[in-house]
Every structure is written in C-alpha cells, then in structure tokens.
C-alpha cells in the first residue's frame, strides 16, 4: 500500500528493500519524495486533525500489528517513545491515510500522507 505504484528499480534506489546493509524502512517512501506528504510538526496536526474510527498500528521490525477499534482521541502525542530505534506507522481500517513516526523523527519524519 505504501509504494505499490513504484517500479522495483525505484524501490531499489531508496532502499526500500534491506539489502548490503540498509534496512528496508517502509517510510523511505516518503523520505525519498516518492509519494506526497506532510513531515515534522504539520504531519503531527494533519494526524491529528484526521478524523479516526479503527486504525491499525505496527512496527517497521516486527510482526504483530495493533487494531484500536476506537481510534477517535489518538494524537500524535500519544505515539511519542524515548526509544529512538522504533518505527512507528498508524494506519486507517482502509489504508486512506498513513502516520510514520521514524526514528529519525525529527531530522526525517514524522510523516503523514492521505491516498
């Protein structure tokens, strides 16, 4: 859902793939200007300011993903960590918007972007 209208060549050139060292982020989608977004401060309000109903949450290095049924009152506050090795991304039932919390948060990211 995050990069599916790139070729594998673009895919390859932003390393959207871990490969000699690289760790394939997802949101290199995003970092590399493939697909539009907000980033830092006005990606948090647009996150915030989107309407919510079920979203799912899950990590860039793991296999489990969260469902929040009730994802009305989530802000961007409330995804902040201490951790700076975690990637965060938040995404609607229906993948109409994505939240990226990087762990580059900062100088890259945070990111939000409608489809």
Sequence with gaps: ????????EEKQHIHLRN?????????????YGMRGCFTGEEAEMAFDQEEKTCCYLFFQHG??????????????ADLATENDKIDLYVVDSE????????????WLGPYFSRR
């Design 1 to 8: 859902m995050f990069a599916g209208h790139l070729t594998e």
């Design 19 to 31: 490969r000699n060292g690289v760790n394939g982020y997802l949101w290199h989608v995003f970092s």
């Design 63 to 76: 296999d489990d993903a969260f469902t929040v049924e009730d994802a009305s009152g989530l802000k961007a």
């Design 95 to 106: 993948f109409n918007w994505t939240f990226v919390m990087t762990h580059e948060s900062g």
